[in-house]
C-alpha cells in the first residue's frame, strides 16, 4: 500500500511517500480501506516528539470501510463505515484500536467523518471532564479558528455556554458568527483582556481553551473568574514558557490542565472516546453539529495540504481525500 511517511528534522518536517505491506489486525483491532483522513497541526511541529526519531508514519485520525477485524472484534464487521483516531491514517489502509473505533454516522459525507474525530474529541475533553462548562458560563476560545478552535466554539454552544473567541483574520471570525460565537475578538497576539472583563461584567470567563501558546498564557490566567479553569491545548505561537501569577492561581481557587494524548494509556483514550459518543456523537449524527470542513487535498498531494495548514489561512479541518 501507498503510505505516507513524517521525517522530522531539528526545525522542520517533510513528508515522503513509501510503499509498504498492508499490515494485518492483530486482537482488538480495526483494518480500513481509507476514505479521507484529517490533517493536525500538532503533527507535524518539529520537535514535537519527533524531533531526532526515525521516519514515523503520518496520519492520527481517518474515515473509512471496515475490510478485516482482529480476533475479539464484535463491534464492526467487514463493509461497515468507521472512524476515529487510528494508526497510520495517511495511508490507503488504517489500523484502528476498537477502544478508539466510532462508527461513522450515515449522515456524514467520508471528509467529515474523516474531520470528526481528533479536534471534536479534544474539544470534548476540555470542555467536559477537564473544564466541566456548564450551560450560561463564559468560555474564552483564545485561537477559534483552527480546527480544535472551531470545534470548541461549536460544542460550547452544544452545552449552551456564552463563547468569546479570538482570530487574527476578520474574515475568519466572520464566518465563526455562523456558528453562534457570541462575541468575536480580532487580535492576534493577545490584548483581548479589556474585551472579556467588559464583556463578562468584569468577572472574567469561566473557562479558556488556549490554542494559542505561552504568547497569550498570562492573559488567558487574568481573565479567568473565581475558579475559572484554562486548559492548554497547543501552541502555535511556538512559545512553551511563561510568567504564571501565583497569587492569582491562589486566590481565585483557578485549575490549570494540559490536555494531550501524547502519554495516554490506550484505556484513557478509550474512555474519552465512550464518553464523547454519549455526549456529543448524537448531535454530529443528526446534523446538529456538523464538522466544518476548509479544504480537501487528494491524497497524493499532502505536502500541499501540509503547506496550506502551515500558512494558518484555514478555518476548521483540512482534509486527505483518498
Given amino acids: 500500500m501507498k503510505s505516507w511517511f513524517i521525517i522530522s528534522g531539528k526545525d522542520a518536517t517533510s513528508v515522503e511517500l513509501r510503499d509498504m505491506p498492508v499490515p494485518e489486525p492483530k486482537a482488538g483491532e480495526v483494518l480500513a480501506r481509507v476514505k479521507a483522513a484529517g490533517l493536525n497541526r500538532g503533527e507535524f511541529i518539529a520537535g514535537h516528539g519527533l524531533s531526532g526519531g526515525a521516519p514515523k508514519a503520518a496520519g492520527i485520525e481517518a474515515a473509512g470501510e471496515v475490510v478485516k477485524v482482529g480476533e475479539g472484534v464484535k463491534t464492526f464487521q467487514p463493509g461497515d463505515r468507521v472512524m476515529g483516531r487510528a494508526f497510520h491514517a495517511y495511508s490507503e489502509y488504517a489500523m484502528f484500536r476498537i477502544g478508539d473505533a466510532m462508527a461513522a454516522p450515515a449522515k456524514l459525507s467520508w471528509e467529515e467523518a474523516a474531520g470528526a474525530s481528533i479536534a471534536y474529541l479534544t474539544a470534548y475533553d476540555m470542555l467536559w471532564p477537564g473544564g466541566e ?63 472579556v472583563m467588559e464583556a463578562t461584567g468584569g468577572k472574567g470567563v469561566d473557562v479558556v481553551v488556549n490554542n494559542v501558546g505561552g504568547s497569550v498564557f498570562a492573559e488567558c490566567v487574568r481573565v479567568l473568574a473565581y475558579k475559572g479553569r484554562l486548559a492548554t491545548a497547543g501552541y502555535v505561537d511556538g512559545v512553551v514558557g511563561a510568567n504564571l501569577d501565583i497569587l492569582a492561581l491562589h486566590s481565585k481557587r483557578l485549575r490549570l490542565y494540559g490536555v494531550s494524548n501524547k502519554l495516554r494509556s490506550a484505556a484513557e483514550f478509550a474512555e474519552n472516546v465512550r464518553g464523547f459518543e454519549r455526549d456529543v456523537l448524537p448531535a ?17 498531494e499532502l505536502p500541499q495540504a501540509k503547506a496550506y495548514m502551515e500558512s494558518n489561512a484555514h478555518l476548521g479541518k483540512i482534509i486527505l481525500r483518498a
Fill in 133 to 195: 462548562l456548564k450551560r450560561d458560563e463564559w468560555l474564552l476560545v483564545a485561537g477559534a479558528s483552527a480546527g480544535v478552535g472551531v470545534a470548541s466554539v461549536q460544542l460550547g454552544k452544544l452545552i449552551g455556554a456564552r463563547v468569546i473567541g479570538t482570530s487574527g483574520s476578520a474574515e475568519k471570525l466572520k464566518k465563526l458568527g455562523a456558528l453562534g460565537i457570541d462575541l468575536p475578538l480580532q487580535n492576534r497576539n493577545g490584548g483581548f483582556e479589556k474585551a
Fill in 284 to 300: 454530529i449524527a443528526s446534523g446538529y453539529v456538523r464538522p466544518v470542513i476548509d479544504k480537501v487535498f487528494p491524497f497524493a
